[in-house]
C-alpha cells in the first residue's frame, strides 16, 4: 500500500514512474526542480486548484514531493534529496527528457 | 489517443513513465536490455502468458517496445534507438534505478 509521505528507503521506482507518468505532474516538478518551496496555489497557478489536490496527493504518496501545512495552506517542496539518494542522476534525466518532450510539443 | 507502434516523433514521455510505472513492467524492460529480440514466452518465462499480453500492449502503445509477428509469435524488442533519440540518457538512468530499485526489495 502506498502511503502518504514514504520514507526514503521505501521510496519504489514504479510509484514515481506511474506518478511521473501525467503531463501536469511533469510540470509540478519542472516548477519545482528549482529548489523552492512553494504555497500549491503558486505552482502551476493557471491551473484550477481543484483540479490540483488530487495531483499533489499521487506526488506525496510515491515519495515525489513534500507537503507541509502552514497556516490554512500547504507548501510543497521536491524531494530532491531523497530521490538522488535513492536513484542517483534519474531525477536529473527526467527533468532534461521533459524539457524535450516539453519543447517537441 | 495512444496508437499501436507510434512513430519516434510521437513517443509521449508521460505515456513512457506511465508505461513504466509498473514492476513487471520494469524488469520486461530490463530483460530486453541486452538489445536481444525475444520470443514473448521467453521474457519471463516464470510469469502466465496471459498475465503478460496487456503489458506488451502497453509497452507497445507508450512506444518502448518493438512487436514483431513470426509464424504465430510474437518477437519483442526494446526500442532503444527511438527513446535514446528523443530522450537521451534517460533510458540508461532507469535502468540503472530498475538495477537499485530490484535490489533493495
Redesign the interface.
Given at each position: 500500500m502506498i502511503t502518504a509521505h514514504p520514507e526514503r528507503?521505501r521510496i519504489?521506482?514504479?510509484?514515481?514512474?506511474?506518478?511521473?507518468?501525467?503531463?501536469l505532474r511533469?510540470r509540478i516538478v519542472r516548477v519545482l526542480a528549482d529548489g523552492s518551496e512553494r504555497r500549491c496555489g503558486s505552482v502551476l497557478p493557471e491551473v484550477a486548484k481543484s483540479n490540483l489536490t488530487h495531483h499533489w496527493r499521487v506526488l506525496r504518496d510515491a515519495g515525489v514531493i513534500w507537503q507541509r501545512p502552514s497556516g490554512r495552506e500547504l507548501l510543497l517542496s521536491l524531494r530532491r534529496e531523497d530521490l538522488d539518494a535513492?536513484?542517483?542522476?534519474?531525477l536529473?534525466?527526467?527533468l532534461?527528457?521533459?524539457r524535450?518532450?516539453e519543447a517537441?510539443?
Open positions: 528507503t519504489q521506482l514504479a510509484n514515481v514512474l506511474t506518478a511521473l507518468g501525467n503531463p511533469l535513492r536513484f542517483p542522476g534519474l536529473d534525466s527526467l532534461e527528457a521533459a524535450r518532450d517537441a510539443n
